[in-house]
């Protein structure tokens, strides 16, 4: 199937974007999943808050190995046989992850997950890309609103299971059976390809805009799993119980599902990814410090709804964006963004852990204000040179 460009006429939810919104909702399950899933782990199997942050850094690890095969096999695969596949590796890693008894053997599970998960998401994205051409935009924040769904429902199928004879663990089962109803829907669904990229004078490569808004991509990531990480901790330092702190972090995920609700309601018109992601940035900016500074847990809670609301288009929004300013090289983009976006969730909750334990939590958080500031200057930067280059 030819790549399509709807840019010019009217937007079409057909096969491969539905199949696409369904795998990347499936995969925004585990992700979601996955931080509470290691708690209850670590109930069971009694190991260290270091150990912990091991398993993180292995998802994280797979995450960035992905963002560096991806393009590689992009050359040599189907967009069919790559979804698929990525979708197998995946199902394996969480049933690693999900069915072993020991440390070992889930480690191994949340790397492949990592690889494989991230590889499938990748994929969806580049199908979507394929698909929509300058309408990216839209197609990837619609394609978010299910991945937000699945981020306030993840966690609330997790403690409900707990509590019956399947366990937990059940739950991570649930987004293999709808990859199997998705094969057996889509399998024999033709997928669009990959535009060729364009010459550049020796050797293709990416502009360097490109590069600068691969890093806001990256950025936004860190912003988003620095307040996953340890905003429930700062909740606490608010005044609220553990477990209550624990329950309100539902606060940022549905910021998130409404933001995303809303850009994709506010994408149906072309031209307005820059203004949004401006809006986006401004609003994470105030709804962070609100969070950040407010001492008061009601003021915290509605703080963090806030900054889950700007955090919402972040991602979707500076990805079309560096895949528009790719010259071409849509799947080398599109890695290169999953290997910083990898790396940047490796290095941001750590370098926040690491000053907590140094100058307090409320210190160690100076780090989000940073991180916005410089997703701020990197879209600037980024626009200015593809304004430049066009």
Sequence with gaps: MPRVDDSRGAFRRDAPTRLSYAALAGYAFWLYAFGPALALLRAELHFSYTLLGVYSALWAAGAAL??????????????????????????????????????????????????????LLTCTQAILSDRHGERRDRALTEANVGAAACAVLAPLLLGLLQGTPAGWRAAMGLPSLVFAGLYLRYRHQALPTATA??????????????????????AGIAVEFCVV??????????????AQAATAMSGFYLGILAGRLGGAWLTRRAGRTVPLLCASLAVTAAGFVSFWL?????????????????????????????????????????????????????????????????????????????????????????????????
């Design 66 to 119: 992905a963002g560096v095969t991806f393009a590689a096999f992009a050359r040599r695969l189907q967009r069919a046989a790559l979804l698929w596949c990525s979708a197998a590796g995946a199902t394996v890693g969480a049933g690693l992850f999900a069915a072993a008894h020991s440390v070992a053997l889930t480690m191994l599970g949340a790397a492949v997950l990592g690889f494989a998960g991230t590889t």
């Design 197 to 218: 990229a364009r010459p550049t004078g020796g050797r293709a490569g990416l502009p360097l805009c490109c590069w600068l808004l691969a890093t806001l991509v990256a």
């Design 229 to 242: 990480y340890f905003g429930a901790e700062l909740l606490t330092a608010a005044g609220l119980r553990t």
């Design 294 to 390: 407010a001492g008061l847990p009601t003021l915290a809670i509605a703080g963090l709804f806030l900054c889950g609301l700007g955090v919402a288009n972040l991602y979707p929004l500076s990805l079309a964006l560096t895949l528009a300013a790719a010259s071409g090289n849509d799947d080398t983009a599109n890695a290169r963004t999953q290997l910083l976006g990898g790396l940047f969730v490796i290095a941001a909750p750590y370098l926040l852990g690491s000053l907590a334990d140094h100058f307090g939590l409320q210190a160690a958080f100076t780090i989000e204000p940073v991180l916005i500031g410089a997703c701020a200057l990197l879209l600037l930067a980024g626009l200015r040179l593809r304004q430049r280059a066009g």
